[in-house]
T-cell receptor, first 114, second 113 residues
């Protein structure tokens, strides 16, 4: 079955520290992969996406993610956390098998400590 | 440019009632998708429409239906509301169906009492 899994529902980092949010997918065919951010009482904003080509993808706000087929992973990183990065982050996969399905992970809430 | 708009912003309904939620995509986008986001969880895919045809469907009961109009706006209908239908309903638009990145609206918060 196709799925997207985010490890760690809550992650805390100090301001200036590395941010690492984990995402793994399950599918016989790699899906298109996305990271979204959601601030309280707002919709989702696309951070970055991987479809084909270069496996290291750079997004907005200094975030990047690397697609690793051998590990079925698409982890999100940022070298230096900022207080404004505190939000909920969702990994999502676009799966095509017959009809199209877009599957989100359960989310990781990022807390940035001063 | 206007982003994805949804109406209404908030809605309170009683069990058993019917509700219609509306979405207008970004100008030029031909695909609209609907998601249900229960508090504390990730969005769950309900439907995707492209050029007025259903292109994808998630695991939701037949009480949920949708349609897309010639101007690419969309409605999501939910019949016989249950308490468990209380959630944030998100609409997303994209240029085409499939792999294209989606742009999300602010959502409609539905409360069923």
């Amino acid at each position: 079955a196709q799925s997207v899994t985010q490890l760690g529902s809550h992650v805390s980092v100090s301001e200036g520290a590395l941010v690492l949010l984990r995402c793994n997918y399950s599918s016989s065919v790699p899906p298109y992969l996305f990271w979204y951010v959601q601030y309280p009482n707002q919709g989702l904003q696309l951070l970055l996406k991987y479809t084909t080509g270069a496996t290291l993808v750079k997004g907005i706000n200094g975030f990047e993610a690397e697609f690793k087929k051998s590990e079925t992973s698409f982890h999100l990183t940022k070298p230096s956390a900022h207080m404004s990065d505190a939000a909920e982050y969702f990994c999502a996969g676009g799966f095509t098998s017959g009809t199209y399905k877009y599957i989100f992970g359960t989310g990781t809430r990022l807390k940035v400590l001063a | 440019d206007a982003g994805v708009t949804q109406s209404p912003t908030h809605l309170i309904k009683t069990r058993g009632q019917h509700v219609t939620l509306r979405c207008s995509p970004i100008s030029g986008h031909k695909s609209v998708s609907w998601y249900q986001q229960v508090l504390g969880q990730g969005p769950q895919f309900i439907f995707q429409y492209y050029e007025k045809e259903e292109r994808g469907r998630g695991n939701f009961p037949d009480r949920f239906s949708a349609r897309q109009f010639p101007n690419y706006s969309s409605e999501l209908n939910v019949n016989a509301l249950l308490l468990g239908d209380s959630a944030l309903y998100l609409c997303a638009s994209s240029l085409y169906s499939g792999s294209n990145e989606q742009y999300f609206g602010p959502g409609t918060r539905l409360t069923v009492t």
